[in-house]
C-alpha cells in the first residue's frame, strides 16, 4: 500500500478524500424518488463497495488477498455490521430530513465514539472530552426540537443511528488493532448487499430501480471507495486529533453543495441547524484543540 510520511502532502490528500465524500448527499439529491428506492440503493451500493474494495485489495495484495477474511474475527464482524448499518441508515436519513442534519448527526461520531470506547474498551474519558461531548450533545438536542416534523424526526433519528454505526465500526477497530480494516468494510458491504437481497426478495421488489438510478447508486459508492482509499493513504502521516478536524470537510462540502444554487436544489439549512451546527462545530473544533498533544495515528490497512 501507498505511504505517506510527509504530513504536509498527507493533509492535502485526506482534505481530498473528505471532499469526494462530501458530494455523496448532492448524489442522493440527483436520484429520482430515491425514498421510494432505499432497498434497491441499499444493494447497489452495498455491492459496488464490495467489488470495488476487494478489486483494490486484489491490485494491493494479490491473489491472496482473500486470506484476510479468515483474519477478520469477531470484532471484523462487529464492526462491519455496525458500518453496514450505519449505510442502511444513512439512506433512511437522507431522504426524510435535509442533508444537513443528516451530515451534522455524523459529525458528532467522535463522542458517540468516545463513549462506546468508554462503556465497551474502558477507555478513560477526560474532563475536557466531557465538555466537548456536553457542548456536542447541546447542537444535536438544538436540532432535534427544530425537527417538530414526523417525517423530518424520524430522519433526525436514522442519522443518529448512522453516526452510532460508524462508531461501533471505529471502536472494533481499537478493540482488536490487528483486524485488516479494508477487509472489514468490504464486508460492509457484503452485508448490505445480503440485508437488501432478503428485502427485496421478501417484498416481492425489483432488485434494480431504473438506469439512471442504478447509475448514481453504484457512482455514491464508488465515491466512498476511493475517498476511503485516499484517506488511508494520507492517514498514517497524520494524528487522529488532526484527522477530526480534516474529516469536517465531508460536513462543510455536502451542506454547501446541496446549498448551492448552481447544482439546482437549493437546499437552505433552518436556525435550529444552524445554531446546533455551530455548536457541534465548535465541540469538535475544541475537542481537536485539546487533543493535539495526543499523537496517535490511526490509520486503515
Known sequence: MIELKNEKIAVP???FAGLLWSFGPLVVRYMDQPELVPWQYIFGRGLTIFIVLNLYLFFEEGKKFYRNYFKIGISGLIGGTGLGIAMITFIYSITNTSAAITLLCLAAMPFFTALLGFLFLREKISLNVWIAIIMATIGIVIMAFGNTNKASLIGFIFG?????GFSVFSVTLRWRKETPKFTTVAFSGFFCFMVATIFILTKDLV???TSYNGTLFS???TIVCFGLILYSIGSKAIPAAELTLLSLTEVIGGIFWVWL????????PSTNT??????LFLSITYYSLIMRTNRRFIALN
Not at 444552524?274 to 455548536?279: A, L
Open 160 to 164: 443518529l443511528a448512522s453516526s452510532i
Open 207 to 209: 432488485f434494480f430501480s
Open 261 to 268: 444554487p448552481l447544482f439546482g436544489i437549493n437546499e437552505i
Open 219 to 221: 457512482l455514491h459508492g
Open 13 to 15: 490528500v485526506v482534505l
Open 274 to 279: 444552524i445554531i446546533g451546527g455551530f455548536f
